[in-house]
């Protein structure tokens, strides 16, 4: 997964800049950055929910010049390819965490419900909600409820998984749920693209770190030396100062 001299613009303002970045399979790559540095620009494009005026993206056999379109056989691919979890969960209000789980595998892969309903059971398991299957979204926590959008993102069983600010909306004891069961996620080897606050989070996670800011690329590289005193950049040590209180 890999993106090329992109360039994307809301009205006036360029919010990425010339972007050059590719994302690792079978690792973790964790966007850091201010608020309105362009970092969640960035992963909705790889979703194609953003399609930015210039520049490639390129997935394994597709490459899109965005400059010319995108065609849909390329979008449905590449919804196919990324999962997307969202902030907001997003899950079906009138459908139970079951239900939820399978529409995607049952209507856009056409798998036949048993076998769909046999992964999502496991899924529910994975993310500690075995017994959560017949509730409703109403009836769930926001910590659960993040864990069924997560486990919803695996039933397509994406190459990259896509997680725009996963923990944003959530308190800090129903987050450390969520965070562990990424990290579970990560640890088997999942390919990753996190937006994310949580310093301590990223630094635990990270095979790679992108620091976003104005739309440009600061550092791209790995998290130790991202969260190193001695990593030389005055700015990256600024902002992990303020985001993890060291210099309260």
Not at 42 to 60: H, K, M, Q, V, W
Not at 102 to 126: N, S
Not at 214 to 233: A, C, M, P, V
């Amino acid at each position: 997964m890999k993106l090329s001299h992109v360039n994307k613009t809301f009205g006036s303002n360029t919010v990425l800049k010339d972007i050059n970045l590719d994302f690792p399979k079978g690792k973790v790559t964790v966007l850091v950055g201010p608020s309105g540095s362009g970092k969640s620009t960035i992963l909705r494009s790889l979703n194609l929910l953003e399609t930015p005026e210039a520049g490639t993206y390129e997935f394994d056999d597709i490459k899109i010049d965005f400059a010319a379109g995108v065609k849909k056989d390329d979008l449905f691919n590449i919804r196919k390819k990324t999962g997307m979890v969202f902030q907001s969960y997003n899950l079906f209000p009138h459908l139970t965490v079951l239900q939820n789980i399978i529409e995607g595998p049952t209507q856009v892969l056409k798998q036949d419900k048993a076998t769909a309903e046999k992964y999502a059971h496991e899924l529910l398991e994975k993310v500690g909600l075995a017994d959560k299957a017949d509730a409703y979204p109403s009836e769930l926590s926001g910590g659960q409820a993040q864990r069924v959008a997560i486990a919803r993102s695996l039933a397509m069983k994406p190459e990259y998984i896509l997680l725009d600010e996963p923990t944003s909306a959530l308190d800090p004891e129903l987050e450390l749920g969520v965070l562990k069961v990424l990290l579970q996620i990560a640890s088997e080897h999942q390919s990753m693209v996190v937006v994310t606050h949580n310093m301590a989070f990223a630094k635990k996670v990270a095979d790679k770190i992108v620091f976003v800011e104005d739309g440009n690329i600061l550092y791209e590289g790995d998290s130790e030396t991202f969260f190193s005193k001695d990593n030389g950049n005055e700015r990256i040590q600024k902002f992990i100062s303020a985001m993890t209180f060291s210099d309260l």
